[in-house]
Antibody, heavy 124, light 108 residues
């Protein structure tokens, strides 16, 4: 059974930093692209970042580029999101999501499993 | 960036009836279109991908159709547990990955 368990959320002041983790199990983690998707309170879904298998390729939403870094530790089956220079508008539940495979890179952004999310609140 | 627009924003339907949700892309996404269901307090879950292929365990009451820029999610024989927000998402051209703003389905 695929499981994704996020942790690391909490309350942080504007300008602060936070590192989120997503522990994966039930699949061969190293062979799948993984993403972070966030949802501000009462709002819709916003894709944040993706990292390919092998970790050589990453992409970011413009809203977080230069502030957030996605990385992975395949030996620990764990995905991370390092968040720096946090702003009030980064307040959201952050989900990690597993990419699908279909013979095309496009499916890396098809999310077939999601974690339960971790809440990040940026406030003074 | 491909914009995804869903309609209506809210849909109220009686149990046993049919619900039809729409999603429009600002440019063609082929059939690289997914639907997700998000129940209150829960994470999203994949319902439909490839515009019309049901994800594992999705009941036959759910079906997806369309290609290019116009897509539809149809739910027949509505049950109370279908009450949720439904999002469409394109995975044809990214980054950025883009979602629609969601349709809230209420069961009367």
């Amino acid at each position: 059974e695929v499981q994704l368990l996020e942790s690391g959320g909490g309350l942080v002041q504007p300008g602060g930093s936070l590192r989120l983790s997503c522990a994966a199990s039930g699949f061969t983690f190293s062979t799948y692209a993984m993403s972070w998707v966030r949802q501000a309170p009462g709002k819709g879904l916003e894709w944040v970042s993706v990292i390919y298998s092998g970790a050589r390729t990453t992409y970011y939403a413009d809203s977080v580029k230069g502030r957030f870094t996605i990385f992975r530790d395949d030996s620990e089956n764990t995905l991370y999101l390092q968040m720096n220079s946090l702003r009030a508008e980064d307040t959201a539940v952050y989900y990690c999501a597993k990419g699908h495979t279909c013979g095309s890179n496009s499916c890396f952004a098809l999310f077939d499993y999601w974690g339960q999310g971790t809440l990040v609140t940026v406030s003074s | 960036e491909i914009m995804m627009t869903q309609s209506p924003a809210t849909l109220s339907v009686s149990p046993g009836e049919r619900a039809t949700l729409s999603c429009r892309a600002s440019q063609s996404v082929g059939n690289n279109l997914a639907w997700y269901q998000q129940k209150p307090g829960q994470a999203p879950s994949l319902l439909i991908y490839g515009a019309s292929t049901k994800a594992t365990g999705v009941p036959a009451r759910f079906s997806g159709s369309g290609s290019g820029t116009e897509f539809t999610l149809t739910i027949t024989s509505l049950r109370s547990e279908d009450s949720a927000v439904y999002y469409c998402q394109q995975y044809y051209s990214w980054p950025p990955v883009t979602f629609g703003q969601g349709t809230k389905l209420e069961i009367k």
